[in-house]
């Protein structure tokens, strides 16, 4: 996404001269800009994974200037950091949400509807199957599998992002008063010290690697990246159950695609209603829908009488 009223991108895929990012993940935040800006809780997040980068940080909500446009940087509830970004050029507003969640998440602000002329927003899950469950219970449901797990001598792996969701359930295993540490993954480890230093409060962990080879994992709950799945550093435990925690596994077909033995609903994207919603507390007359299932929300909203498209459909009538 181009500006060229602040010639800035928005997330670029390849070098550009200024980028706003709108968040840490690697499809998001890539190597090679000229100069960075981001929040100020992004910051550690590019320096783990980017190494020293040329970077202006921004507090939420505070206007910066970039050629003709004023941008301003606001909560996305995504992970730690998110922002959507709100770029104003002669009385007009346009906002990208970046990707975003509307349930609560004790690891990051929570999102900001940000009121604008045209809305951006992502559609990850833009479908109506898609409506996420609590995410206390679901968190529940994780302590109980380890559990079960532990009743019948297997340890419990759960395949978790290792930016944004293994340090959300970490979060929530705190706040229902769950005691016993988690084990980590290295790659997951590496993300939760930088929430910490942060100042995210987290249910106590510990790294796999720290434990010694042979040793019994019986009754743990473990947390790794799903490219851990599959791979030579299962070796390490006996007997173990492998679940996912993702939105995808709202649809039992992907569960059963990924052969694991349980799926649980967690995810950090808006489900449907909370793709609505914030269309509607955007006070947006146009929308344009990226990345995802959008053909279903474009459709939904014309319906409500919105102008509304994805960037393919623009780019076919600019052809």
């Known amino acids: 996404m181009y500006c060229p009223a602040g010639d800035f991108y928005i997330d670029p895929s390849r070098p550009v001269a200024c980028a706003v990012i709108t968040h840490g993940h690697g499809d998001h935040m890539r190597a090679g800009m000229g100069c960075y800006h981001l929040s100020e809780t992004t910051m550690p997040i590019l320096e783990w994974r980017l ?3 040329p970077c202006v940080c921004h507090a939420y909500g505070e206007p910066f200037r970039l050629g003709a446009a004023t941008v301003s940087l606001h909560p996305a509830g995504h992970v730690l950091g998110s922002a959507q970004v709100r770029i104003e050029v002669d009385g007009q507003v346009w ?13 990051c602000v929570p999102f900001e509807p940000v009121r604008c002329d045209t809305f951006i927003t992502e559609c990850t899950f833009g479908l109506p199957v898609y409506r996420w469950p609590d995410t206390p219970s679901v968190v529940a449901e994780i302590a109980a599998w380890r559990d079960e797990c532990g009743a019948q001598g297997e340890a419990a792996i759960l395949y978790c992002y290792a930016l944004g969701k293994a340090q959300r359930v970490l979060a929530e295993l705190l706040a229902l008063g769950e005691t016993a540490p988690v ?8 993300g939760v010290q930088v929430y910490r230093g942060a100042g995210i409060p987290m249910i106590e962990t510990q790294r796999v690697a720290d434990e010694a080879r042979g040793a019994d994992f019986a009754g743990r ?33 992907n569960r059963r695609r990924g052969n694991y033995d349980r799926g649980f609903v967690l995810s950090d994207h808006a489900d449907w209603p909370a793709l609505l919603q914030t269309v509607r ?19 939904t909203l014309n319906e409500d009488g919105l102008n509304a498209t994805t960037f393919a459909l623009l780019r076919g009538e600019e052809d």
């Not at 990208?96 to 609560?104: F, T």
């Not at 084990?183 to 590496?190: E, K, S, T």
């Not at 550093?233 to 173990?240: D, G, I, Q, S, V």
């Open 281 to 299: 507390q955007s006070g947006a007359q146009r929308v344009i829908a990226t990345h995802g299932n959008t053909d279903a929300l474009v459709r």
């Open 51 to 53: 190494g020293t980068q």
């Open 183 to 190: 084990w980590l993954h290295g790659a997951v480890d590496n």
């Open 221 to 253: 709950l473990i947390i790794a990246p799903p490219s851990a799945a599959g791979s030579s550093w299962l070796r390490r435990f006996r007997r173990a159950q492998q679940g996912f925690a993702s939105g995808w596994m709202q649809l039992r077909g």
């Open 95 to 107: 906002v990208a949400s970046g990707d975003y969640k509307r349930q609560p998440d004790p690891t």
